[in-house]
């Protein structure tokens, strides 16, 4: 024959484990639950890094362009300069030309 008290404590024992059982089955979907908000927190914010690099990558490329489009300029300003300081040279051998011929042609003043 069953023993009613073994009956009594296995269903004592077998309710026990089920109310364990919906716990950590609870305690294991909010687990899940947080994991997903979690990846989907880190999917965001590799998304928004990705967004920023692409961003800062476009402007490295247009303050690059610029800096040769400058230096370039630069080097043309340099080029002209060099051009009109040589004509300012030329132009000063000139005068300076000009100034000795009109002193040798000048009559003396009596």
């Not at 073994?6 to 269903?11: C, D, Q, R, Y």
């Amino acid at each position: 024959m069953i023993d009613k008290t073994k009956v009594e404590k296995s269903e004592a024992k077998a309710t026990e484990l089920e109310k364990k059982l919906d716990s950590e089955l609870t305690a294991r979907h909010e687990l899940q639950v947080e994991m997903k908000k979690m990846e989907s927190d880190f999917e965001q914010k590799l998304q928004d890094l990705q967004g920023e690099k692409e961003a800062l990558d476009t402007e490295k490329q247009h303050i690059t362009t610029e800096k040769q489009n400058l230096e370039a300029e630069v080097s043309q300003l340099t080029g002209q300069v060099a051009k009109l300081s040589k004509e300012l040279e030329d132009a000063k051998k000139e005068v300076a030309s000009l100034s000795a011929a009109a002193v040798a042609v000048a009559p003396p003043l009596m």
